[in-house]
């Protein structure tokens, strides 16, 4: 008797322990999610071109990593999380082309002609109207370029530059050697500061 | 431009560009921080109810865990020589009739009766033969 009861406190225990470590790394997931989730909409929007499909595909990416990583030591939560984001994104993108070959064959233009970079940027808050049209140009030819990089290098740039990854991180986020991740980068940014110019620097 | 100036230039680029797109991430609209709170709430909620589909099936694990451990107390203190895989299916489902285990509890007495039929039998089939003679 004296057994059982032992036992049932001891499952009582274990079982609260479970929901302590539960609580606790719902809290650490949601102070992760709440701190990446800004920047990793950006970086799908400038990638997509589509605000509301760039909000779906971060969602679906935090979904995925609370499923199926929640469990994972939190300086991982980073490279797989924007792992999970740039197979949504590059999903994404091989469907749209898809989409627009049929389009084609139909005779109905790719919808991305009707993308407006200047609607689509977002506003800063709290600058001076000079300034604030500035940075928002600046941003506006900064993206526009960036979106037309080769996807690798688009990848290698933001993650490194906009999420702040080191060569590892981005290396794990892209799937790819960090050899590659150096390459993919080095061209972006010599590309970027080729086609924005002088207009930019 | 030597190898240093460049990579000056590079990460004095870089630095602008992070600039700029900080400040984009700062001037999101409220609408979009808003999906973005509920895109995180459904994620967290999915965090909750993998749990506690896990936690479902725990107090079932622990009847099949505490039925197996069982079962291996229960047999091995029966050292029965050679156990074959059909007599095992054989004495679960023995095992899993209530019948069985009310006999369990009078197994001395099954016992006796056992031991008490076979002289009988004996008996029976002795006195026959003794009838011929």
């Known amino acids: ?201 | 431009m030597n190898e240093r100036n460049k990579n000056t230039a590079d990460e004095a680029f870089a630095e602008k560009a992070k600039q700029l797109f900080d400040a984009s991430v700062d001037g999101l609209d409220g609408e979009t921080r808003s999906k973005l709170n509920r895109g995180r709430q459904a994620a967290l909620a999915e965090l909750q109810s993998g749990g506690q589909r896990w936690m479902q099936w725990a107090p079932a694990g622990g009847v099949a865990v505490a039925a197996v451990a069982a079962l291996v107390v229960w047999t091995g203190s029966q050292q029965v020589p050679e156990l074959d895989a059909p007599g095992v299916v054989a004495d679960m489902e023995i095992l899993l009739t209530e019948d069985s285990l009310e006999m369990l509890e009078d197994l001395e007495f099954y016992s006796w009766i056992d031991l008490d039929g076979e002289t009988t039998d004996s008996i029976e089939t002795e006195e026959p033969e003794n009838n011929v003679g």
């Not at chain 1, 993206?143 to 080769?150: D, V």
Request: proline share 3%.
């Open chain 1, 1 to 201: 008797m004296n057994a059982c009861a032992a036992s049932f406190a001891v499952s009582c225990i274990a079982s609260d322990r479970k929901g302590v470590d539960t609580l606790q790394r719902e809290a650490r997931l949601n102070r992760f999610f709440t701190d990446v989730e800004k920047r990793a909409l950006r970086i799908a929007e400038i990638s997509i071109r589509d605000r509301d499909e760039a909000l779906d595909l971060v969602q679906d990416a935090m979904i995925k990593l609370a499923r199926n990583y929640a469990d994972r030591p939190e300086d991982e939560w980073t490279p797989l999380f924007y792992r999970i984001l740039q197979n949504r994104i590059r999903d994404w993108q091989r469907r749209q082309m898809v989409r627009n070959r049929v389009m084609v064959f139909f005779g109905r233009g790719s919808e991305d002609d009707d993308f407006d970079p200047v609607a689509a940027a977002p506003d800063p808050a709290g600058r001076a109207p000079d300034e604030e049209l500035q940075s928002h140009e600046a941003m506006v030819s900064l993206q526009g370029a960036i979106a037309e990089l080769p996807g690798r290098q688009r990848e290698a740039f933001m993650l490194r530059t906009f999420e702040g990854l080191d060569v590892t991180g981005t290396a794990t986020a892209m799937g790819c050697s960090e050899g590659s991740v150096k390459t993919h980068y080095s061209r972006a940014v010599h590309s970027l500061r080729e086609t924005l110019g002088e207009h930019w620097q």
